[in-house]
């Protein structure tokens, strides 16, 4: 009987041709990178400049393997982005694709409300955002409060904006509401990208270079080389996250240790800022080469002062790693050389651990502001956990170790 049914309802009857079935959800689509890219370009996009992201990771892979030369640029922030694609919309009166975690939102703000906007210079650009700490999604601490707000945030900002959807049909029609809305307004819109929207694409121009320690061994050497009451400031990303476990290997309590877990690029000025009060102790900034491009000013401000008690530590793999492993936006950055032009005592660089070792007496024996740039391979341990603390509680052990 049941058999009957589903041929009366799947099939005509009388001229016996197939009828389309319902659609039955019973598996939940993705979007190829290849086919959401394919779609922009029938849109006129050709240029793509932004931060990667670990939700838009595999959409930013495909662009960097497929890109033509010169029309794909990993910037060192967000806001950089949004200036590029507004030179490239001047020179070219072409759309251009800004891509982002929404993290990085408050770096666009002065680009887009002073340069972008429809009442102001009226520069039409899409912006994708990497949607961390989505409502009803388990995330990090930053990322749930950014995820809560981003809509409203984007809605006092005038910024028209709808989510993409993880079906081709569904993402095509959101782009064609997009570059309408672009080319009748004058102005940019955005995308917002949930979790696991696009499909698996795996890069194949992978960040890569000829160093022999990982961060995490690098980090080791670094550790135990410093002294009881030195105060260390980490960097986003995975090397926070291999410092706290470190210190757990190490039997430590972590207290020491201020986990910049969100603030990219920061965690240099968080550490200026301690070292100006706390004269008496040696304070260390553990920071990235990304991180370091994205807000490179801060280098300035740290030789300008100058504080004899400030060590930066740079560990640089030329890659964003925790988001893709796309190579930062210039591997080539000469950093000693730029901390010396701004002021610091000293720069230099170490590969080995026996290298590090050495720098790490150089730096507890010399007054600073010092920079030690430690040369590693990009990568990272599958095993690699997130620390067991809260936010507030690395804040409260962290303030009370400043007080002995």
Known sequence: MFCRQLARRFFNTKSREPVEPPYLELQRDFLEPSEFYQELSKHGVSFYAGVPDSLLKDFCAYVQDNALPGQHV??????TAVSMAAGYYLATKKIPCVYLQNSGLGN?????????HPKVYGIPMLYLIGWRGE?????EPQHLVQGKRMNGILTEMGMQ?????DYIEGAAEALDNAFY???TRNGPYALLVKRQCFTNYKLKNVAKNDYQLTREEALTEVIQNTRPLDVCVSTTGFLSRE?????QRLNQTGEQDFLTVGSMGHASSIALGIAQVKKSRQVFCLDGDGAMMMHMGALAQIGNIGPINYKHILFNNQAHDSVGAQPTSNPLVNFTQIALGCGYKDAFQAQTKAEIIQGMERLNRNDGPILMEILIKPGVRKD???PT????????KFMHFLTY
Not at 108 to 116: E, K
Not at 161 to 165: H, N, T
């Open 243 to 247: 410092l706290f476990e470190l210190r």
């Open 384 to 386: 690699l956990g997130r």
């Open 181 to 183: 809305s672009m080319k």
């Open 108 to 116: 666009i703000v002065n680009p887009y409300m002073s340069l972008a």
């Open 161 to 165: 904006y709808d989510v993409l959807p």
């Open 135 to 139: 409502p009803g999604k388990k995330d």
């Open 389 to 396: 603390s809260s936010t507030f509680e690395n804040k409260e």
């Open 74 to 79: 990993i910037t060192v922030n967000e806001g």
